[in-house]
Structure formats: structure tokens, C-alpha cells
């Protein structure tokens, strides 16, 4: 079984930065892209950013120069870094990852984290 489990969200000014984590465990044997989306109330969940496992990186144009991906390929983490924080960031995110276990391959979802920008 595998699951993914985000960390780092919460309550954060404008301007403010906030750092979210994502560790995949259970029969994994390997790993491909992994991605934040969002979903903000009323709104369609949207790409942040992915990353391949070899490094290759793309953003949303809302979020370019401001949010950084990067993974420990060892540690099967992803994270998000996540700066000039907007209220129009706010939103539920969501870590996705493009894997192989010993059953399949497939995508699978984290529960989500609710990061919330506001004064």
C-alpha cells in the first residue's frame, strides 16, 4: 500500500512564507514526477508545480518566481517552498506522485493541506 502525507500548511500573512512537504512510503519501487496542485473553494484543482526524478521543474504562471519545487529522491520527499505569499494563494494543497509499486502503476493523491493567506 502506498500513501502519500503532506506537512507544512497553515495561517500566513501576505508577503509571509510557508514550506510544505509530501513523503510517499509503503511498496514503492520507483518514483517519477511528482507535483503540488491546489484547490481553492469554488475552483477547479489546478497545477503549482512538478518536478521529474531527474530534476526537470515547471510552474504555474501564477506562482513563477515565488514557489520553488524540489525532492530527496532518498527520502521519497517532495517540497514546496513558498514565498510573497497572496491571498489568492490560499487554497487546499494537494501532493501527487507518478509512481511504481510492487501491484501498479499509478498516480496517487495526498489528503491535502489547507494553507491559508491573510491578514
Known amino acids: 500500500q502506498v500513501q502519500l502525507v503532506e506537512s507544512g500548511g497553515g495561517l500566513v500573512q501576505p508577503g509571509g512564507s510557508l514550506r510544505l512537504s509530501c513523503v510517499a512510503s509503503?511498496?514503492?519501487?520507483?518514483?517519477?514526477?511528482m507535483g503540488w496542485y491546489r484547490q481553492a473553494p469554488g475552483k477547479q484543482r489546478e497545477l503549482v508545480a512538478v518536478?521529474?526524478?531527474?530534476?526537470?521543474?515547471n510552474y504555474a504562471d501564477s506562482v513563477k518566481g515565488r514557489f520553488t519545487i524540489s525532492r530527496d529522491n532518498a527520502k521519497n520527499t517532495v517540497y514546496l517552498q513558498m514565498n510573497s505569499l497572496k491571498p489568492e494563494d490560499t487554497a487546499v494543497y494537494y501532493c501527487?506522485?507518478?509512481?511504481?509499486?510492487?501491484?501498479?502503476?499509478?498516480?496517487?493523491w495526498g489528503q491535502g493541506t489547507q494553507v491559508t493567506v491573510s491578514s
Open positions: 501527487n506522485a507518478d509512481l511504481r509499486s510492487v501491484n501498479t502503476r499509478g498516480y496517487w
Open positions: 509503503g511498496s514503492i519501487l520507483s518514483i517519477y514526477a
Open positions: 518536478i521529474t526524478s531527474g530534476g526537470n521543474t
